[in-house]
């Protein structure tokens, strides 16, 4: 029988805990086989040192909203087979993770320098090779970029490049801030976040770059001693994107129609064809009740083919929830919906609602929604007041992180989904630590 006294379990813990970043650039495979390593060894070590596990408020209210969901998956019996109540049990790994999280800092177990450092490596290195797939045609890999038109890395045929270093560039400026000290820091911060927003310009991820905009103004705002940094590299981005955009016709036709892509969509293809058709096929009472009158005058929620694909799923998640206001429909119940009402069968539907609140109301009602608003309410008020008490700007950066995370008018992946949902959940338990012991 394995005696886990002879090793220092955390250190495999923080060393998985450390390749989270990396796992991302393999495939959903690879990022569950990660996590699952960190549940593991995170239970070890709560064994090993026998410790008592952390259940605040927080916590609780988390474990309710997950039993809400699972208990709203049970309860619908329009769910088929079998599948779907695995997928809703398997959804609790992420609050597994979340108190293994709590509990190993509380105790001092948690080394967050290493996870810091390998992802700001990790996106400078996918930035750089975006840089040189732009410049030369091809990525260290020999990867073209995808379609001719964005400049994907690593990520080859998926676009998400953008998405990547949106979601890590936060947590990269940690380790970065860190060497503050050292006379190279202001050229190494000024190089480090222009090369990052350089890349995700030409990887044609727009609402990252929005994101990642909107996340430098933040810091601008309340970090002073930063302020001068931030305002050079605003000024090399605006620069070098006036330049792209008039130079390059694939970066100009790509955010060319950037509002109208997002609340005006003009030319819709393939899937926003699908949603013309199914206006198309609704009757008139029908389309009356998916779109109030009181919204058909925005563009954004009308029926035309210059609506905005968003709009018309946002409104039929909607529609969705009123059908079943307190608990939801059920784990993944959106793509059901689309098929049952809609009536299309024989094209594709999609699978979320691209938004984390109207999916957390779809799915759990308003039960497991106020469950989830009320911990990260409280998850919100416990990070100000640690920062407030520490002025620690590890814990403001992390702060900034779960805003943007959380910020409700974003588009997003599935809450549920392997990529968008750990790293949701990574960064709402990182908010969750005591990270008195990390060096600021």
């Known amino acids: 029988m394995l005696d886990i006294n002879k090793y220092k379990i955390e250190h495999f813990f923080n060393f998985f805990l450390a390749l989270f970043p990396l796992s991302f650039l393999s495939g959903n495979l690879i990022i569950n086989s990660n996590l699952f390593l960190l549940l593991i060894f995170g239970i070890l070590t709560i064994l ?43 959804y609790l790994r992420f609050l597994f993770l979340f108190i293994i999280f709590k509990t190993l800092s509380e105790n001092n177990l ?15 290195v996918i930035a750089l090779d975006i840089f040189i797939q732009f ?17 994907t890395g690593v990520f080859g045929n998926e676009k998400i490049a953008g998405g990547y270093l949106q979601e890590f560039f936060l947590l990269s400026l940690i380790s970065l801030i860190n060497l503050r000290e050292k006379k190279y820091y202001n050229v190494l911060f000024i190089f480090f976040t222009s090369l990052i927003l350089f890349a995700i310009v030409i990887s044609g991820n727009r609402i990252p770059l929005v994101l ?5 103004l933040i810091l601008f705002s309340f970090i002073k001693s930063l302020r001068f940094n931030i305002l050079i590299c605003f000024l090399f981005f605006g620069v070098t994107f006036g330049y792209l955009f008039k130079s390059n016709e694939s970066i100009n036709q790509s ?28 009757e008139k009472s029908e389309k009356d009740e998916v779109i109030p009158d009181k919204l058909k005058k925005f563009n954004f929620f009308s029926e035309t083919s210059n609506s905005s694909t968003h709009g018309y799923i946002y409104l039929l998640t909607l529609r969705s929830f009123s059908e079943n206001k307190l608990i939801g429909n059920g784990f993944k119940s959106s793509r059901r919906y689309c098929y049952n009402e809609v009536s299309i069968k024989d094209k594709w539907c999609l699978s979320h609602p691209h938004n984390y609140h109207l999916e957390i109301l779809n799915d759990s009602g308003s039960l497991g929604y106020l469950l989830v608003a009320a911990s990260i309410l409280l998850l919100f008020l416990s990070s100000y007041k640690n920062l407030k008490s520490r002025k620690n700007l590890i814990s403001l950066i992390l702060l900034i992180a779960m805003f943007i995370e959380v910020w409700p008018l974003k588009s997003t992946g599935s809450l549920y989904g392997t990529w968008s949902g750990s790293i949701a959940w990574f960064i709402l338990a990182l908010n969750s630590l005591n990270i008195k012991s990390i060096k600021d």
């Open 135 to 151: 410049i030369f045609g091809i990525n260290i890999l020999g990867l073209s970029p995808l379609y001719n038109e964005f400049y």
């Open 212 to 216: 990642t905009l909107f996340s430098l």
């Open 48 to 90: 090993k040192n026998n410790l008592k596990l952390k259940f605040d408020s927080i916590t609780i209210l988390l474990a309710l909203y997950f039993c809400s969901t699972i208990f709203s998956t049970l309860l619908n019996n329009e769910i088929p087979g079998s599948q779907i109540y695995f997928k809703s049990f398997f």
């Open 255 to 282: 955010y060319l129609n950037l509002y109208q892509k997002i609340f005006v969509t003009s030319n819709i293809s393939s899937f926003g064809d699908i949603v013309f058709d199914w206006s198309n096929n609704l």
């Open 110 to 124: 948690i080394n967050l320098s290493l996870l810091f450092k390998v992802c700001f490596y990790s996106t400078t």
